[in-house]
């Protein structure tokens, strides 16, 4: 799977949107977008994903670049329970079920 | 909803001792991982089973991991022996068949070998 990059830590202040980039600029045709988060002494937890267009659920929005090379992850409104290490991870479509590749994430840090 | 449940949540041994993780997956999920977690090397895969059939086990450290899916709804992953370097958060994941199905993980063996 292609590599992502992400800034090793971001601070937001509680309440306020948070914007978490990734890069990927090595991206393919058939890659998705996932991001997963994982809270402390808790398992990684899927947040969401897509392939070009943006996509909402009740967690998060993501945001594609148009040229794929990019996404962030938009929290709308911290909360103290947001902080977490957030993964950008690609998957390759190949029709069955593979492992995430984990990178070292941002540590997301909210403000009271 | 059960939730993939992990067992032990901890578990402290001497070095040598054989140690036995265990992983039920969510019902009706085909697709089960087991994941390690350390500072040095953050979370990588260790293998992952397909209809209860392992897939890739290149992860795997070495001779003395051992994996095993006997049925859908259980796995076992089996340390013997133990080295203190193999301590760390043990994760099992399950997911449905497919690329984009999310995977969801259970909490965790914190294992520590001394």
């Known amino acids: 799977d292609a590599k992502t990059t992400q800034p090793n830590s971001m601070e937001s202040n509680e309440e306020e949107p948070v914007h978490l980039p990734c890069n990927h600029s090595?991206?393919?045709?058939?890659?998705?977008i996932h991001w997963y988060r994982q809270l402390p002494s808790q398992g990684p937890e899927y947040v969401i994903h897509g392939l070009t267009s943006n996509v909402n659920n009740r967690m998060a929005s993501l945001a594609i670049a148009e040229d794929r090379k990019s996404s962030t992850l938009i929290l709308h409104r911290a909360t103290l329970r947001d902080a977490a290490v957030y993964y950008c991870i690609l998957r390759r479509y190949s029709g069955s079920a593979r492992q995430l590749t984990f990178g070292s994430g941002t540590q997301l840090t909210v403000l009271p | 909803d059960a939730g993939v449940i992990q067992s032990p949540r901890h578990e402290v041994t001497e070095m040598g001792q054989e140690v036995t993780l265990r992983c039920k997956p969510i019902?009706?999920?085909?697709?089960l991982f087991w994941y390690r977690q350390t500072m040095m090397r953050g979370l990588e895969l260790l293998i992952y089973f397909n209809n209860n059939v392992p897939i890739d086990d290149s992860g795997m450290p070495e001779d003395r991991f051992s994996a095993k899916m006997p049925n859908a709804s259980f796995s076992t992953l089996k340390i013997q022996p133990s080295e203190p370097r193999d301590s760390a958060v043990y994760f099992c994941?399950?997911?449905?068949?497919?690329?984009?199905?999310?995977?969801?993980f259970g909490d965790g063996t914190r294992l520590s070998i001394l």
């Open positions: 019902s009706g999920h085909n697709s």
């Open positions: 090595t991206i393919s045709g058939t890659d998705y």
């Open positions: 994941a399950s997911s449905r068949r497919g690329d984009n199905q999310p995977q969801h």
